[in-house]
């Protein structure tokens, strides 16, 4: 199993990103699918999910109307689309894979990806 994320860059604020997450070895349909951030020193967090079908989304407050994920089922992949970023999203994220259910805790979801550096410079 492999969760390739790509995309990640330095931008500045205001910019926009789209973060891919392309699935490999496993059957992508059944899995829902996450987003989670790691800034320096601080906690891994859900960034925003989507459900197995794409029909259910669920977003972190802080990043509501900025952020939209969305996936691709036969393409096995899952994006991020990010606008008007800030610093504060300055983190690693990590794409995460759950079975069937849609989580927000990092612990229910079994398969990760490598992770992808987001820059933002003020």
């Known amino acids: 199993v492999q969760l390739q994320a790509s995309g990640g860059g330095l931008v500045q604020a205001g910019d926009s990103l789209r973060l891919s997450c392309a699935a490999s070895g496993l059957t992508f349909s059944t899995y829902a699918m996450g987003w989670f951030r790691q800034g320096p020193g601080k906690e891994r967090d859900f960034v925003s999910g989507i459900s197995t079908s794409g029909g259910s989304t669920n977003y972190a407050d802080s990043v509501k109307g900025r952020f939209t994920i969305s996936r691709d089922n036969a393409k096995n992949t899952v994006y991020l689309q990010m606008n008007y970023l800030k610093p504060e999203d300055t983190a690693v994220y990590y794409c995460?894979?759950?079975?069937?259910?849609?989580?927000?805790?990092?612990?229910?979801?079994?398969?990760w990806g490598q992770g992808t550096q987001v820059t933002v410079s003020s």
């Open positions: 995460a894979a759950a079975p069937w259910v849609l989580h927000t805790t990092p612990r229910l979801y079994t398969k």
